[in-house]
């Protein structure tokens, strides 16, 4: 039985209409008109124990709404919700003790506190055993290095450091289910490889569910191997990454380093994009010409001294899709 199912959900919002002028303001005043929102529209999908999902989609595409009625926030306006085998929006207390949640943006960690001080409010909050809180706190002191700042205000503690707090925070309680929402926000190299080991760990380790949310493709690339894409609140692609690449993802680049960086390269099926002293970029089709092929082409007529051939990012591969529209291109799998 999938831990997450959502059934047909559509969450519709009331916005108040904005009159021009100063006697539509006048107006406003007295007589205000509405217009309805449609932020999530017949959207399903279920998750099972212990995955790991990106969801993801350009700003505004209904991303935060749909975390917003699995963590109880929010009532859809329609279709149902099941998280853990209860229905969110009916029993908040209880699904918050099934839940944990990281926004990038905010923190639940109390601003002029030491970060340890937070920790132990939360733990009774959630009413944390002594044994679980202080096993918890090990784990998470080693993988996350929070005894630097553990004695530190929250308000006084970098990005990084409270990213690392707030997803120690969030799993204090040992949630069967982690929303991840921007988790690598503003975080620099080390930190986001940190952050995702972690997440990485815990999911593998304690078989915790994860939905991650992020404009950052890598994120996606690097933790899931599924991602459910929506825009304009609905549903266009729920399956493998690997599936997205492999359809959309027909566009290769052969980096090639020649002995005699002035050669000309008019090579059939491959068009030169770079060039930079003795080495040169060629885009090809892989449905038209194998890369075996290009490069036995390319050995026939310049002398090769390395070569690599390198696959679309998936973040060119959705940036793509965004900009080419949905229509027919993506279906369930």
Known sequence: MP????NNINKDFMVAKRETGFLGSVRSLFKREFIKKEAVKDISFSIEKGEMVGYIGP???????????LTGILVPSSGTIKVNGIVPYEQRQKNASNIGVVFGQRTQLWWDLPTIESFELLKEIYQVSDA???QNMEIYQEILGLDEFLNTPVRQLSLGQRMRA????????????????EPTIGL????KEKMRTFIQEINRERKVTVILTTHDMEDIEKLCNRMVLIDHGQKVYDGDISAVKERFGKIRTLVVDVENGE???DIVGAEVVKREANRVWLQFNRDEISASE???????THSIKDLTVEEPAIESIISRIYQ???EEKLVSV
């Open 3 to 6: 831990i997450i199912e959502v």
């Open 324 to 326: 080419e529209g949905f």
């Open 166 to 181: 707030d997803i120690a925070a969030s799993l204090l309680h040992d949630p069967p289910i982690l929303f991840l929402d």
């Open 294 to 300: 290009l490069i036995g082409r390319i050995t026939q």
């Open 263 to 265: 050669a000309t390269f």
């Open 132 to 134: 679980r809180y202080k």
């Open 59 to 69: 700003n505004g595409a209904g991303k935060s709404t749909t975390i917003k009625m």
């Open 188 to 191: 620099d190299v080390v930190a």
